[in-house]
Every structure is written in C-alpha cells, then in structure tokens.
C-alpha cells in the first residue's frame, strides 16, 4: 500500500492511499479529515473544495485520478485553494467592507453576496438612465447625449465623437483588449481574488453604469474561484489601474487565460464553461467600468494594512523577549512616564510590554536575579521601543482608515448619479490616497525592522549581551548567529531603498491628458515587500531572543514569554552547532505570518489586564488616575 505525505494549510500528515483503487480526491478528504481532528475543528458536513499538487514538479492532480497510478511510494503532495466555508458568506454593499474581510476573501474563506435592498433598486435605475440615453435601432446604438466612454473615445480622443456604436458587444470588448497591456509575472491567486472582491465591492455602489446581470456574473465567477490572469505590473495610478482591471475583466469575458482549482491554468472560456458560467457580454457603458478604478492599488494596500497591523503586534512581544534575554528593566515602561506623552499608540504598546514582563502578575525569576544591579537605564533600542513602535502602529491604524474609505468608495470616471439624472466625468479614478498612505507605510513599518535589526546585534555581540558570541557554544567551530544577523541587515538595508516614495513621482502620459498620474501600484508593491521584509527580520529575531534564553536557564522569565518559547521550539530546536538557518528562519516567519506568537500571549494580556485594572484606567486618564497606580515596577 502506498503511503503519501499531504500538506494541508502547512502541517503534514502521513496519509496510506487505502488500496490500489483508491482515487486522488479521496486520499485529500483522508487528509483533510486528519488536519480537522488533529486541529479540534467540526467538519460536518460542509463541502469542501481543494487542488492538490505534487511537492516535487508541481503537477496538479486530477482528482478522479488513481493515487497508484499518478503517486509513488513515500510522494509528497500539497493540498491547496481549501475552501472550508462554502456556505458562509460576506455581503457586499459598497459601503462597509473590512481590510480584514478583503483578505479572509482572498484566502477563500468566505463566498459573496450582495444585498438585496437599497444597492440591487440603484443598480436597476443606473442601467435605466444608461438605456434612458440610448436609441437602439437594429445592430447600433444611436445616443442622445454625449457621455465620456460611452459614444467617445477615451483619454486623449475624450473630445472623439462616436455617433453609432454597435450594441453587440464589439466597443466594450475593444476597451478592454486595447487597455490589456500588462507585463511581469501574474498576481497569486489569493490576491486576484481579492482585487475581483473589491472591483464587485465598488460596482455594487451603484454609479458605475453596470447592470444587475453583470455584476452577478461576477460574484458567480468570483464564488466559482474562476480568476483571471492579471500580470502585476503595468499601472501608473490613473486613470485608475487600468491594464490590471482589464486583464481581470479580460477573462470574464471569456478571453485570455483563466485560473480554477478544478482547472488550473486554461483558456478563459473553457474555465468558465467547465462552471456551467457564461462570458460576460458588456453593455455601452461596461467596458469603461470594469477597467477604471483603484482596486489593484487598493487591494494589495489591504493586504498589506493587515499584515502590518499582525507584525506589529507580534513585534512588542519579541522585542519583550529579547530586554528579558539582556537583562533590561521595565522601568521606563512605567505608565506616569507614557501618560506624560500621551500618544495612543506609544500607549499601547507600553501596556502590552508591562503585560509581558516582570509584573506581580507574572514575575520574571531572570528580572529577579538582576533586580539590585548598577544598571540605572538601557540602550534605546529597549528604552525606546514604546516610543518606536508606538508610531508605527499609529502609522498603520491611519493608513487603514485611508485604504479602508477607498475600498468603499466609487472609483471610477464617468460616475452616474440616478438622482439627478447625469452622468457626470471627475477623477476620483486617481489612486493619489491610496498611493500616499501606502508610502507612508512603507515608512512607518520599516522601522520595526530597522530597530529590532539593532536588537538583534546586541544579542549577537558578546560585549553588549554578557552571552556567547552569536549565540552558540564552541565559538569558532560554530558560527551561530553571525550571518542571519547579516540576513536581517541586508533586508533592513533593501527596505531603506524601497521605502523611497513612488507616489512623488509622475510621467505625464496618453499626450498630456493624463498629464499627473500616482504611481500607486508600484506604492503598493513596495508596502508588501516591505511589510515582508519586517516579518522576516523579527523572525530571526525571535530566534535569537530564544536562543539567547537558552543560556539563561534554569532561570525562567515570564508565563507568558516561556509559551512563546514553547511555540517557536515546537517547531525549532535550540542552537546547539551549526546547521542549515534558513529553514528555521522560515518556520520562525511562519509562526508570525500565522499569528501564532500574538494568540500564543494574548489570554495572558487579558488576564494581566482583568488583575491590573488600574494599569489601563490610568494610562486612559493622562496623568488623572481613578486610582493611584502600583510602582512595583519601579
């Protein structure tokens, strides 16, 4: 009987294929099945939906295939595109999507809907008042006003008059071919669907001229995962980003190519009809709609807002690990020191520090054992980390509530407005928000990564730790830690460049009608690489933090610092000699980009939090307490 490892949502599961007939889809259900005991989920009786790949090529499987017949012993096959909850749905209104929900989207988490009510009774009239302009006599619309897009050109032939437009679908289809323009490797799968998500999210506002029938073609395609090749590159920012959102409506129309879990990579219409769905056939005013907008900028920034605000969490409890694995004091974590300079975000991460550190509710035996040292204060680079991370998150929660107004806003040019019957040019299409906010990311995040590289040299550096150099036994023999601290440089080094402002550039283009223009996509790119870069440099951080602990036992700090311990040696053993790094640094990224470490500490803050009421009363109040605060940590 052959035996399969299967990689379900990254555990592995030894998986027997059950006998010599045994089909490929049934050896993933074994595994699914395996993944939801080992996890104390229910399955029930939801359906599920997956691809599966082997490890090795990265052949998709068809899953009727026999296992004995495609599989060799002891293979190794990766499960993907899981869709564990068909049946829940996020409705989509155009007014209140989440960065969060556009990102559980992505993951395939959730299906849509659109509501019923006010959003379905605009988007009926908004096709009347497209009709309402239109005379249609056999195979030609005639018009009776002349609207930018519909009966002119469009950019630098604005002032073009079309008099007859053929009605079959021909000048939408060439808007949309003409504009299809885009280079570079294509956008994953996850964050395709979250740029159809998000274009479905603003054509349900109703002032983009789409019909009712169009836009539930595309939430059918987008709940079908039936996604199109979207190549990354090629958007200036305005007049919105335009070649991507070609490329997605590119393949709902059938054209192009088109990705599915069932299908993998394929000719857009035999995609769409292997789901029972038809091509899109755009009316007058489509074509303009589907390609004009900031949902690239947008959706990608979403993304990035999110893993920003997870990093930046998980990032005070690593820098607590590392003051406890140096030895520093919490005393300028007091709370009188940060209601002195009250801002929100310094605030905050002060509380989470004093939650994970030395406190009467959770004492530290390694805080103990240097209570009555000479040492009156620390590097800033610990002293300081309320004030650094402070901003930071500050920096995030106001870019999150720009990207989060963009996701719900009407982003595209002509906007038709029912209630006064107009159809009215602008240029809310122009991604300068977006653009500027995730600049101003881009630089904020950094700086997690710029501090904690420092963190990670003095654990590294013998004279400023009082620990081994690098971290390991036998220095000389082992190397230890010399050249992830190089890794983590090299990254904060990148980041310095990336962080670079796009969005103050601008090349004047379609002969100076677009004559300024925000370069958001590439804003948006660069947040996420950065944003990714700042994941890593913690990880090795985490990783030297707890190798640096290891030389302090039987010393124990924290409760809730010794089960973040636990996590990453779950997954890493200690640093004992030499041996490949960069797979633990992975695993350590992982844990983070999974969240692992902030709900491994986040019963505990709760608790702290529940027993030290005051603490939080206190900073609330700036510097007019409820009650007199405890100084023990003084």
């Known amino acids: 009987m052959l035996c399969v490892s299967v990689c379900v949502r990254g555990e592995w599961f030894r998986v027997p294929s059950g006998g010599p007939s045994v089909s490929i889809q049934k050896l993933g259900h074994e595994a699914l099945c395996r993944y939801f005991r080992a996890k104390k989920l229910e399955h029930g009786d939801r359906h599920v939906e997956f691809s599966m790949h082997r490890c090795q090529g990265g052949e998709l499987l068809h899953p009727e295939d026999r296992v004995e017949d495609v599989l060799e012993d002891n293979d190794f096959v990766q499960l993907g595109n899981l869709f564990y909850f068909c049946k829940q749905y996020i409705f989509l209104d155009g007014n209140s999507l989440t960065t969060a929900e556009l990102v559980s989207l992505g993951q395939g988490l959730f299906h849509i809907k659109v509501r019923k009510e006010t959003r ?6 908004t096709g009347m008042h497209i009709s309402n302009q239109t005379l249609s006599f056999g195979c030609v619309y005639i018009f009776t006003a002349v609207v930018y897009g519909i009966n002119t050109g469009f950019g630098m032939f604005a002032h073009t008059l079309i008099i007859c437009v053929p009605h079959n679908g021909e000048k939408p289809l060439l808007y949309v071919l003409c504009v299809c323009v885009g280079v570079g490797d294509p956008l994953s799968v996850t964050r395709t669907r979250m740029l159809l998500a998000l274009r479905i999210n603003v054509l349900a506002k109703g002032y983009s001229g789409t019909s009712l029938e169009t836009l539930e073609a595309m939430i059918k395609a987008f709940n079908a995962s039936c996604l199109s090749w979207v190549p990354e590159k090629g958007t200036v920012g305005a007049s919105g980003d335009l070649a991507p959102l070609a490329h997605l409506a590119l393949g709902l129309m059938g054209e192009g190519r088109m990705w599915s879990p069932q299908s993998g990579w394929a000719d857009a219409k035999t995609v769409l009809e292997g789901h029972g769905l038809k091509p899109l056939q755009l009316k007058p005013k489509e074509g303009l709609a589907l390609i004009n907008g900031t949902q690239l900028i947008t959706s990608l920034g979403a993304e990035a807002v999110e893993r920003a605000l997870s990093v930046a969490k998980q990032a005070d409890v690593i ?12 005393k300028a974590f007091h709370q009188v020191i940060h209601a002195a300079r009250p801002h929100p975000g310094q605030i905050q991460v002060a509380q989470r520090l004093r939650s994970l550190l030395d406190s009467e509710v959770f004492p530290s035996q390694i805080s103990e054992s240097h209570r009555s040292c000479s040492r009156v204060q620390d590097a800033y680079t610990l002293r300081c980390i309320p004030q650094v991370h402070g901003v930071v998150n500050d920096t995030i929660g106001f870019v999150q509530k720009v990207i989060s107004t963009e996701m719900n806003s009407a982003t595209d040019n002509p906007l038709v407005f029912v209630e006064f019957r107009e159809t009215i040019s602008g240029g809310n299409f122009h991604g300068e928000y977006p653009a500027k906010a995730l600049d101003y990311l881009a630089i904020g995040v950094q700086e997690l990564a710029s501090i904690s590289e420092r963190r990670i040299e003095r654990l590294v550096n013998p004279t400023h730790s009082e620990l081994p150099a690098f971290l390991v036994k036998e220095g000389g023999l082992n190397c230890g830690f010399m050249v992830a601290h190089c890794t983590a440089a090299a990254l904060v080094s990148e980041n310095k460049t990336l962080c670079h402002p796009s969005s103050v550039d601008s090349l004047s283009t379609s002969a100076a009608t677009e004559d300024h223009v925000s370069m958001g996509g590439w804003a948006a790119r660069k947040a996420l690489t950065v944003v990714e870069h700042v994941e890593q440099v913690l990880a090795i951080e985490l990783l030297a933090a707890c190798q640096a602990l290891e030389f302090l036992h039987p010393l124990k700090t924290t409760a809730p610092l010794e089960k973040v311990h636990e996590l ?67």
């Open 120 to 125: 379905k009774v605009r988007l009926l009239h």
């Open 319 to 330: 820098a607590a690990l590392t003051l406890e694995a140096l030895r520093g004091t919490t």
């Open 568 to 634: 990453l040696r779950s997954v890493i053993s200690p640093w004992d000699r030499d041996r490949v790094m960069s797979s633990d640094i992975k695993a350590a990224h992982t844990l983070i980009k999974q969240q692992k470490v902030w709900k491994t500490v986040q019963p505990f803050m709760e608790e702290y939090r529940r027993k030290m009421k005051c603490d939080w009363e206190y900073s609330s109040s700036t510097l007019r307490p409820s009650q007199t605060p405890t100084l023990l940590s003084l």
